[in-house]
Antibody, heavy 117, light 106 residues
């Protein structure tokens, strides 16, 4: 069975970088697409970006200057880095398999990240 | 960006039929998908590409629509269906989600 698990710090200071890891088991990240989605307090959900089976990436233009998604195929992990965070980046962050860039069929449990000094 | 508009909340009695709507600000072909999220849990895929039931999802759930208007139907509603339901489109970049419809049971 495909399983994803996010990990990373739950508290980040303003202006610093947010870094999260998504560990995948049961399926190789060298197949398909893998995305990051966040859910803000109040329920709004935002697609942040994805990394493909080949390592190419696509990002939401609202984040394009601050976001980077990379991967380590030897560990079957992919990563999110979001730079220059503000309190508005406080959210629950999810990683998910993005089946053929259509829909998110497997999700991690999510990690809540608070941006605060 | 493609804006997806959902009703904020609905309340129904167990055993009834409920329809949850999602309207897109521009056409998304059939690339609309539905998720269920319960408090403290990750979203769960229910319906993909407008009308296809995801694996393991009860047949009480169904989806319809194309273009800009889509509907998720639950018939009959059960107590366990209390959750927030989100639509998501993948036809236009950036991919976007609706604000969610909170379903409560009377």
């Amino acid at each position: 069975e495909v399983q994803l698990q996010e990990s990373g710090p739950g508290l980040v200071k303003p202006s610093q970088s947010l870094s999260l890891t998504c560990s995948v088991t049961g399926y190789s990240i060298t197949s398909n697409y893998w995305g990051w989605i966040r859910k803000f307090p109040g329920n709004k959900m935002e697609w942040m970006g994805y990394i493909s089976y080949s390592g190419s990436t696509s990002y939401n233009p609202s984040l394009k200057s601050r976001i980077s998604i990379t991967r380590d195929t030897s560990k079957n992990q992919f990563f999110l880095q979001l730079n220059s965070v503000t309190t508005e980046d406080t959210a629950t962050y999810y990683c998910a398999r993005f089946w053929r860039r259509y829909y998110f069929d497997y999700w991690g449990q999510g990690v809540m990240v608070t941006v605060s000094s | 960006d493609t804006v997806l508009t959902q009703s904020p909340a609905l309340a129904v009695s167990p055993g009834e039929r409920v329809s949850i709507s999602c309207r897109a600000s521009e056409g998304v072909n059939s690339y609309m998908h539905w998720y269920q999220q319960k408090p403290g849990q990750q979203p769960k895929l229910l319906i993909y590409k407008a009308s296809n039931l995801a694996s393991g999802v009860p047949a009480r759930f169904s989806g319809s629509g194309s273009g800009t208007d889509f509907t998720l139907t639950i018939d009959p509603v059960e107590a366990d269906d209390t959750a927030t339901y989100f639509c998501q489109q993948s036809w236009n970049d950036p991919y976007t989600f609706g604000a969610g419809t909170k379903l409560e049971l009377k």
